[in-house]
């Protein structure tokens, strides 16, 4: 059986979304089946993007974490070169993608799950989940990204402490860190609200929004301000933009409908 499932479903609102889940009883570990999975589930979206993506599990964790298999014998080369890999085909492309990307976290979440969820644009959870980058129990550090995605959203102390420590933190811990962007007890409903929402709005004008966030990201305000214009300048030629001013105009705020174009 495939670990993971990627299903593409059409909104209320007749926008494409994308509904990756994982699905590898009884733990979802990241084993060799799972990454190679997940890669070529980021590499479909990424050929064919729809308007949104929603990040899920099935069972009763999220993940365990990665099967430490993995990571048994490998030489100095071989471990830089995995981690390479992870970046090169999941988190990277995953973070690049032309829309939003939200991650619902019902349980427990470990390892590999909680720095793909750092790579994500929102992550919801359920007041039951706990995360945790407990990498320290076999000699290493999270490398997939987690740190500086956590330093970047909750401070490098807070980062620092969550690593070296190997504890789990509640999502109501994270919530106030500014990790977990909100909390709510029907963490899937809620989540896949939010993704149909999101897929019903302008896309192209939320993939600038990304665009100018990973420009400050690498860069600081400064550089930000460098890409804006051209970024958001380039909505001008959309239709979602133009049939929104008209709608605006014509019958007020609120009242436009969205295609992504």
Known sequence: MRPTRLERITSDAGAEIAVLTFDHPPLNLFDQAMFDAITADVAELVADPPRAVLLRAEGKVVSGGVDVHIFDGLSIDEGAALWRKLFDEII???????????????????????????????????????????????????????????????????????????????????????????????????????????????????HATKQIVEAWRSGGVAHADEVTPEVSGALFATSDLKGAVRSFLDVGPGKATYTGE
């Open 92 to 206: 990277h492309p995953l973070e690049s993608l032309p829309c939003p990307v939200v991650y619902a976290a019902h349980g427990l979440t470990l390892t590999a799950a909680f720095e793909i969820a750092l790579a994500c644009d929102i992550i919801l959870a359920s007041p039951r989940a706990k995360f945790g980058l407990v990498e320290t129990v076999v000699g290493l550090t999270p490398s997939m990204g987690g740190p500086q995605r956590l330093a970047e959203r909750a401070g490098s102390g807070r980062a620092r402490e969550l690593v070296m420590t190997g504890g789990l933190y509640d999502a109501a811990t994270l919530h106030t860190w500014g990790v977990v962007n909100s909390v709510h007890d029907d963490v899937d409903a809620e989540a896949r609200a939010l993704v149909a929402r999101l897929a019903a709005g302008p896309t192209r004008a939320h």
